[in-house]
């Protein structure tokens, strides 16, 4: 599924965030000390190669919400935008938290002049946050920044199952259809 919000696309897939080919920049579900760890993390680690931990050394450790940006190694892509999302029921205000994940993934895309990003499902797996409540907050944050942006033009959701893909489809029809 893909949407347009002032220019730019919002798009829907299925898939595996570390195989998000022309895509310039995609994002990290981190941990605060930004190491391999398990989910979204183990695999851009795994896929990206040993030289990504040694990269994420200096920036450690992140707080929740933040974000900083590696290069990307053996992932197809040019850089690695890792965000450390909130522990559901633990670090708050979550939704807060979350939202500033994806606005300063997206200033960090801005500042290097980037066109595309991908996001995994920040919060949803290890740290427990509902899928639906985090697509709402996701993608509504995106929607909200999107007339700010001025180099990125496609921003990628990358869900991990069929179902958290249908979940983001209806609540992104949800927000398109209350904003016209
Ligand atoms: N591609 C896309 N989505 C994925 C992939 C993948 N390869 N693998 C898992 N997901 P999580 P968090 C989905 O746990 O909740 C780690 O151990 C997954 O189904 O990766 O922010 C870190 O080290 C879920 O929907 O991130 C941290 O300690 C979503 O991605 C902690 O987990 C996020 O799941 C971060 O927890």
Do not use: W
């Not at 033009?153 to 904003?179: G, N, Q």
């Amino acid at each position: 599924m893909k949407g347009n919000v002032s220019g730019v696309e919002i798009e829907l897939v299925q898939g595996d965030i570390t195989k998000q080919e022309g895509i310039d920049a995609v994002v990290n579900a981190a941990n605060a000390q930004l190491l391999p760890g398990g989910g979204v993390a183990g695999a851009i680690h795994r896929a990206a190669g040993p030289q990504l931990a040694q990269e994420c050394r200096k920036y450690a450790p992140i707080r929740p919400g933040e974000a900083v940006i590696t290069g990307a190694y053996n992932l197809p892509n040019r850089y690695v935008i890792h965000c450390l999302g909130p522990r559901y029921g633990i670090d708050r205000p979550e939704e807060e938290l979350l939202a500033n994940c994806y606005r300063n993934a997206l200033r960090l895309a801005e500042e290097k002049g980037l066109e595309s990003v991908a996001f995994p499902a920040i919060s949803t797996g290890a740290f427990g946050y509902p899928v639906e409540e985090a697509a709402r907050v996701a993608l509504r944050t995106v929607m909200e920044t999107a007339p700010t942006l001025k180099h990125v033009k496609r921003v990628r959701f990358v869900l991990y199952s069929p179902r958290d893909l249908e979940v983001h489809e209806r609540v992104l029809r949800e927000l398109t259809e209350s904003a016209t």
